[in-house]
């Protein structure tokens, strides 16, 4: 323990992100302490650290983890909270985001999309535990999951050649849970390289929402925001009180996963190849002005049979689902991009703001100055 009037902690992550560092520097920053975070972001302990305690996670690369385990040995009394299921020593007290809640979302989430076909890519030979528990969860449904994993040669470009016969062998459309946004983005990239349609033939989603990966890939990733910010508040708000020599509790799981919707799911479950082609025109068209004719064109249907198939497929009108992608796209932007509304609105395909007002106060029951207000509040 220090003799410094304010709390020196350890932040030391093996695997590095930015929102639960953002987390963990909020109640920091709440209670004055000192968070040295270079071990996180450049595998550099300081020599002859001092300090009160320490977050952490379970390491798993040998390289780190030695170097890691040498450094508990020299402090072997240091009040450790670690931020994954496995204790990195004996009573640390655990946060993380329980596996097969975040799968239970997913597979939510694609059932109500109407999905009869799923399956999961993990981009090497051991399964992440959110996609076994999303197998698991839909083996007690009495549902199929295919499994789909690099084997052999594991170089990037043959690990795409793999994919795409993979894929061609899946019933379609289906829709892939991937255990991180990285393996999702590499999953859209082998599909769309191969001649698949995302989302309408194969929805991928991914998980952690990093935007940085999420808003990069050729067809914007759906992800599930697992609560990475409050998981890393919530564990330094259970160090503080490990430090003070309060009783924690062995194990907090963070539940606030939902879904960031973006274009790789945007989708309905459907096997009609005009309706498909109409839709991939509406998602890949809805931020400038298009007409119900134009869409009926990309559908190869005339106006009242594109009509006729919406309504019976979709229960919804073509210009409804403009509207719908439209008003997603604002939602994504509003919690996401400080940008001004007169921006957001006009990014998202909107004639005027006074059109964007009237379709978002009309959905949301609130203005969409109100809707950022409430949500990014709830976020934090």
Same mark, same amino acid.
């Not at 989430?109 to 051991?126: E, L, W």
């Not at 309504?311 to 403009?322: F, H």
């Given at each position: 323990?220090?003799?410094?009037?304010?709390?020196?902690?350890?932040?030391?992550?093996?695997?590095?992100?930015?929102?639960?560092?953002?987390?963990?520097?909020?109640?920091?920053?709440?209670?004055?302490?000192?968070?040295?975070?270079?071990?996180?972001?450049?595998?550099?302990?300081?020599?002859?650290?001092?300090?009160?305690?320490?977050?952490?996670?379970?390491?798993?690369?040998?390289?780190?983890?030695?170097?890691?385990?040498?450094?508990?040995?020299?402090?072997?009394?240091?009040?450790? #909270?670690?931020? !994954?299921? $496995?204790?990195?020593?004996?009573?640390?007290? +655990?946060?993380?985001?329980?596996?097969? /809640?975040? =799968?239970?979302?997913?597979?939510?989430?694609?059932?109500?999309?109407?999905?009869?076909?799923?399956?999961?890519?993990?981009?090497?030979?051991?399964?992440?535990?959110?996609?076994?528990?999303?197998?698991?969860?839909?083996?007690?449904?009495?549902?199929?999951?295919?499994?789909?994993?690099?084997?052999?040669?594991?170089?990037?470009?043959?690990?795409?050649?793999?994919?795409?016969?993979?894929?061609?062998?899946?019933?379609?459309?289906?829709?892939?849970?991937?255990?991180?946004?990285?393996?999702?983005?590499?999953?859209?990239?082998?599909?769309?390289?191969?001649?698949?349609?995302?989302?309408?033939?194969?929805?991928?989603?991914?998980?952690?929402?990093?935007?940085? #990966?999420?808003? !990069?890939? $050729?067809?914007?990733?759906?992800?599930?925001? +697992?609560?990475?910010?409050?998981?890393? /508040?919530? =564990?330094?708000?259970?160090?503080?009180?490990?430090?003070?020599?309060?009783?924690?509790?062995?194990?907090?799981?963070?539940?606030?996963?939902?879904?960031?919707?973006?274009?790789?799911?945007?989708?309905?479950?459907?096997?009609?190849?005009?309706?498909?082609?109409?839709?991939?025109?509406?998602?890949?068209?809805?931020?400038?002005?298009?007409?119900?004719?134009?869409?009926?064109?990309?559908?190869?249907?005339?106006?009242?049979?594109?009509?006729?198939?919406?309504?019976?497929?979709?229960?919804?009108?073509?210009?409804?689902?403009?509207?719908?992608?439209?008003?997603?796209?604002?939602?994504?932007?509003?919690?996401?991009?400080?940008?001004?509304?007169?921006?957001?609105?006009?990014? !998202?395909?909107?004639?005027?703001?006074?059109?964007?007002?009237?379709?978002?106060?009309?959905?949301?029951?609130?203005?969409?100055?109100?809707?950022?207000?409430?949500?990014?509040?709830?976020?934090?």
């Amino acid at each position: 323990m220090s003799n410094l009037n304010f709390k020196n902690i350890m932040f030391a992550l093996p695997w590095y992100h930015h929102r639960i560092h953002l987390g963990a520097s909020h109640y920091a920053a709440e209670q004055g302490w000192h968070l040295h975070s270079a071990w996180s972001r450049f595998r550099s302990y300081p020599d002859n650290w001092f300090g009160d305690g320490m977050l952490t996670q379970t390491f798993g690369q040998r390289s780190i983890y030695d170097e890691f385990r040498r450094f508990m040995k020299e402090h072997p009394n240091l009040p450790t #909270v670690t931020i !994954s299921p $496995v204790p990195v020593k004996p009573g640390s007290p +655990c946060v993380f985001d329980p596996s097969d /809640y975040i =799968a239970q979302v997913a597979y939510d989430y694609f059932s109500q999309k109407g999905f009869s076909h799923f399956a999961t890519y993990d981009a090497g030979k051991d399964a992440h535990s959110r996609t076994a528990e999303f197998r698991a969860i839909l083996e007690r449904m009495n549902k199929s999951c295919y499994s789909v994993s690099p084997l052999g040669d594991t170089t990037l470009s043959n690990r795409f050649e793999l994919l795409a016969k993979e894929l061609s062998k899946l019933p379609k459309p289906i829709a892939f849970l991937t255990p991180t946004d990285d393996i999702g983005a590499e999953l859209i990239l082998a599909a769309k390289m191969a001649g698949f349609k995302v989302p309408h033939e194969i929805a991928v989603l991914g998980v952690h929402n990093d935007e940085l #990966v999420c808003e !990069s890939t $050729v067809v914007p990733l759906s992800s599930i925001d +697992c609560g990475l910010e409050q998981m890393g /508040y919530e =564990a330094a708000k259970i160090l503080d009180k490990l430090m003070a020599g309060e009783e924690v509790p062995p194990v907090t799981h963070i539940k606030c996963a939902k879904v960031v919707t973006r274009a790789s799911t945007n989708t309905l479950a459907i096997d009609n190849p005009k309706v498909l082609d109409a839709l991939e025109f509406i998602h890949s068209n809805f931020q400038r002005e298009i007409s119900i004719e134009d869409i009926a064109k990309a559908g190869a249907l005339s106006v009242s049979g594109l009509q006729y198939l919406f309504k019976t497929k979709l229960s919804v009108s073509p210009l409804k689902e403009v509207t719908r992608m439209r008003l997603n796209h604002a939602r994504n932007l509003l919690l996401n991009k400080h940008w001004p509304v007169e921006m957001i609105a006009k990014d !998202s395909g909107f004639h005027t703001v006074r059109n964007f007002y009237r379709a978002f106060q009309k959905k949301e029951g609130m203005s969409p100055d109100a809707y950022r207000k409430k949500y990014q509040l709830e976020m934090r």
